[in-house]
Nanobody, 122 residues
Framework: QVQLVESGGGLVQAGGSLRLSCVVS????????MGWYRQVPGKQRDLVAS???????NYADSVKGRFTIARDNDKNTVYLQMNSLKPEDTGVYYC????????????????WGQGTQVTVSS
């Protein structure tokens, strides 16, 4: 069974930094795209950043130049380094992995983490 465990959220002042981590477990064979999404109450979950298995990255315009996404394929882990945080970065951050294959599955599936709260105070 595939599980995602996120960590690194918390409360930080504007201008500060946080680093989110998401570890994927469950006899993983391959993960295509790994990413982070943000959701605030009453709004949809929006992409913050993603990284493919070939290390191509994609960022929301609002975080370009401030956030960096990286992955460690040996550890099945994706990171989000968030610098120069702003109050508008506040929200629940969800880890997402796409087209995951395990050693026992032949059909790729997508999975979500449970979310971690990031609060940026002004």
């Amino acid at each position: 069974q595939v599980q995602l465990v996120e960590s690194g959220g918390g409360l930080v002042q504007a201008g500060g930094s946080l680093r989110l981590s998401c570890v994927v477990s469950g006899n993983i064979f391959r993960i295509n795209t790994m990413g982070w999404y943000r959701q605030v109450p009453g709004k949809q979950r929006d992409l913050v950043a993603s990284i493919t298995s070939g290390s191509s990255t994609n960022y929301a315009d609002s975080v370009k130049g401030r956030f960096t996404i990286a992955r460690d394929n040996d550890k099945n882990t994706v990171y989000l380094q968030m610098n120069s945080l702003k109050p508008e970065d506040t929200g629940v951050y969800y880890c997402n992995v796409q087209r995951v294959l395990t050693i026992t599955t032949t059909t790729p599936k997508d999975y979500w983490g449970q979310g971690t709260q990031v609060t940026v105070s002004s």
